[in-house]
C-alpha cells in the first residue's frame, strides 16, 4: 500500500499571513514565503519573484486557486531508486491534490538556470518538466546539490535543465524526512 505525504501550502509574506483564496501579492518584487505543512512536520520556501518572475507567477497561482491543498508529495527520488538513470538525483517532487489535477493551468516558458542565476542546490525549490516549455503544476526540492539538474547538466536529456525559482529556508529536516520515508 503506497503511502502519499498529504501536504497543504499556504502562502505568506513576513508581514501577513492569509488564507489561500484570499491571498494578492502587492508587487510581483517582494519576497513571498509559502508554508508547505505536511504529516511529517512544516517546510517554509521562499518564492525568488525578482530572478524568475514567470515560474514564481505559476507557483504562486496554483497557491492561490487551492490547486495544492490535499496535494502529495508523490516522488522521492534517492540513489538506490532510479536503476535506469544514469545521472541520478536526489528529490522529493510534489504536486497538485489529485481532484485538480485536471484543472491546470497552461504550460509555462522555461527560466533557464543560467539566465536567472538560481542553482539547483541543497533546498533549491524547481518546476518539475518533461519537454522545456512544458511545466505545469509539479514542483520539486532538491535534496543536496544538484548540477546536473542546471542548465546544461546531462539529467534532461536536451540539456536545458529545470527552473529553480525559491529555496527551503525552514524545514530541511523535514524535507529529508519525506526521502527517507518508505516508498
Known amino acids: 500500500m503506497r503511502r502519499d505525504r498529504y501536504l497543504k501550502l499556504i ?34 520556501v521562499e518564492v525568488d519573484s525578482a530572478r524568475a518572475p514567470s515560474t514564481a507567477a505559476n507557483f504562486l497561482r496554483y497557491v492561490d486557486a487551492g490547486h495544492y491543498t490535499g496535494g502529495t508529495f508523490h516522488r522521492t ?17 510534489a504536486g497538485v491534490n489529485p481532484d485538480r489535477a485536471k484543472d491546470n493551468f497552461d504550460a509555462i516558458p522555461l527560466e533557464r538556470t543560467n539566465k536567472t542565476g538560481l542553482k539547483h542546490v541543497d533546498g533549491a525549490v524547481s518546476m518539475a518538466r518533461g ?10 526540492i532538491c535534496i ?12 534532461n536529456p536536451d540539456g536545458q535543465g ?19 520515508a518508505p516508498n
Do not use: H, Y
Open 11 to 44: 502562502a505568506v509574506t513576513a508581514v501577513l499571513t492569509c488564507s489561500l483564496g484570499l491571498f494578492s501579492l502587492v508587487s510581483v518584487q517582494q519576497p513571498v514565503r509559502v508554508l508547505v505543512q505536511t504529516e511529517l512536520g512544516d517546510i517554509v
Open 77 to 93: 527520488v534517492k540513489m538506490n531508486n532510479q536503476p535506469d538513470s544514469p545521472v541520478k538525483i536526489e528529490v522529493i517532487q
Open 131 to 140: 519537454q522545456a516549455d512544458s511545466a505545469r503544476s509539479g514542483w520539486f
Open 144 to 155: 543536496n546539490d544538484q548540477p546536473s539538474l542546471d542548465f546544461g547538466g546531462g539529467r
Open 162 to 180: 529545470f527552473a529553480a525559482f525559491g529555496r527551503v529556508v525552514q524545514g530541511m529536516d523535514v524535507v529529508r524526512k519525506i526521502q527517507a
